[in-house]
């Protein structure tokens, strides 16, 4: 993936069965035993780079600089999704 810059496009969604394959390349790519559960996803570029439990909070991403900022986004939309109305 390539770096970070200001025209990387970053899109941070709930995850749906069609990102099933994506998430599955994820979770092999990150070496993660297990990754269950509805979850976030961050896509980068139009890519699936990271992704957020929403069952246990536990999020993945791809080695780069782009995945560790939307890993970043991703978490930050979950605690913003758990904060009191």
């Given amino acids: 993936m ?3 810059n200001d ?4 899109v941070i969604r709930l995850a749906t069965t069609a990102d099933v394959p994506a998430l599955r390349r ?10 269950c559960g509805p979850a976030l996803v961050a896509e980068i570029d139009g890519n699936l780079g990271a992704a957020l439990s929403l069952a ?3 999020a ?10 939307a ?3 991703l978490r930050a939309r979950h605690e913003a999704l758990l904060a009191p109305l």
């Fill in 7 to 10: 025209t990387t496009k970053f």
């Fill in 26 to 35: 994820l979770v092999t790519a990150c070496r993660v035993p297990l990754f």
């Fill in 60 to 69: 993945i991403a791809e080695e780069s600089e782009p995945a560790s900022a």
């Fill in 71 to 73: 890993k970043r986004l």
């Fill in 56 to 58: 246990d909070g536990r």
């Fill in 2 to 4: 390539p770096p970070h």
